[in-house]
């Protein structure tokens, strides 16, 4: 499934959907532990994406098998902090309706009460130039496609900024040329 030397565009979205990163605070949290998990794993990070409810990954990791394991490290981390971040602000309303909205109904078998992320991730290996591109374009134009901004420039949580303004601020890709 994961083939050495090629990229991987990697898609998870959030449980039930839950538009958790409308928040800039864990937005944040995600992009800082996108890096923590970067500078562990030795991946390279290509592109990315954050969308209200999903991400997509543009990575080239080594070995290649090691990508559910960064997921793995990602997803985990970063959903104890909001997670413990939101219970400790539930008073406030918009906190208490994102715990209550991420609340694992009794029937789910699970030593958390809380859940942030699908368990599942999507891979998908990107064999050519055509398809680098393809996907590269989708991930900048995701925003714009839902209708959050009207231009890719606009949404800050891409990697768009990075290759056509040269603005690494809020996050470095490596690039492959």
Known sequence: MYTPGELQFLTSSTYRRIPVFLSDRFRH???QRLEEVRQERHFLLVSWVLMPEHFHLLIRPEPA???PLIMKELKEESAK???RTLRANA???WCGKMLSSLRLP????D???YRLRQRRFYPFNVFSEKKFQE??????????QRRLVSSPSEWPWSSWRFYYW???????MDRLR
């Open 111 to 113: 030593e958390s009460h």
């Open 106 to 109: 009794p029937t789910v078998r």
């Open 29 to 31: 949290c995600f992009v």
């Open 135 to 144: 996907k590269l374009d989708y991930m900048h134009n995701n925003p714009v």
């Open 65 to 67: 098998e090691t990508t």
């Open 81 to 83: 902090q909001i997670i």
């Open 91 to 93: 008073e406030h309303r």
């Open 166 to 172: 040269e603005d690494a601020s809020i996050l470095r």
